[in-house]
């Protein structure tokens, strides 16, 4: 069964440092997408990146990067240099499209909370 | 500008009072669900539709209907809400099931 861990419920840290939210997922198939989302206070959420499984390259978009293994499982997201408006809760997600219905199965999320 | 919009934004209604939350999506995308966010439970799906006229239940569809007679549209129904459907609500589109999702601003329902 597919499954996502974010073990970080909380994480705080000063405007400035740089931060990594983990993410490791559980999935029988080889075909597979992960996703991260970011759901700000205001409430909504914001599609970041998608990466499929055959695609292993680390992505890197202005401060934030994504570091994808497939020997750990797992996909982890660090913003650099970190700003009060990056503070959310963000979202780490897969989907396996080889199956009928492909819900995006969520983990639990991390609360970032950057401090001035 | 491409979205998902839905309305309402916030409703407080009573237990046993139909109501429609409105979801629609202006970038051509076959593929909408509905997902609700709970406080320990995370989000999970209600429904989703793969094309106009094709719909199948999610994790969580008791209580709930749906229906897909247009392409953009997917409104969310509930004929008999309980005060355990409280709960934010979210739509989302993807232009097919393998690609990335985009939600709408979310429904925060309150069933009393």
């Known amino acids: 069964a597919q499954k996502v861990t974010q073990a970080q419920t909380e994480i705080s840290v000063v405007e400035k440092e740089d931060v990594t939210l983990d993410c490791v997922y559980e999935t029988r198939d080889t075909t597979y997408y992960l996703f991260w989302y970011k759901q700000p206070p205001s409430g909504e959420l914001v599609f970041l990146i998608r990466r499929n499984s055959f695609d292993e390259q680390n992505e890197i978009s202005g401060r934030y990067s994504w570091n994808f293994q497939k020997s750990t499982s797992s996909f982890n997201f660090t913003i650099t240099a970190s700003q009060v408006v990056d503070s959310a809760v963000y979202f780490c997600a897969l989907s396996e499209p080889t199956s009928g219905n492909t819900p995006l199965v969520f983990g639990k999320g991390t609360r970032l909370s950057v401090i001035a | 500008e491409a979205q998902v919009t839905q309305n309402p934004r916030y409703l407080i209604t009573v237990t046993g009072k139909k109501l429609t939350v409105t979801c629609s999506q202006n970038m051509n995308h076959e593929y909408m669900s509905w997902y609700r966010q709970d406080p320990g439970l995370g989000l999970r799906q209600i429904y989703y539709?793969?094309?106009?006229?094709?719909?199948d239940k999610g994790d969580v569809p008791e209580g709930y209907k749906v229906s897909r007679k247009e392409k953009r549209n997917f409104p969310l129904i509930l004929e008999s809400p309980s005060p355990n459907q409280t709960s934010l609500y979210f739509c989302?589109?993807?232009?097919?099931?393998?690609?990335?999702?985009?939600f709408g601003p979310g429904t925060r329902l309150t069933v009393t």
């Open positions: 539709s793969m094309n106009v006229e094709v719909t």
């Open positions: 989302a589109s993807s232009l097919s099931k393998a690609r990335e999702k985009y």
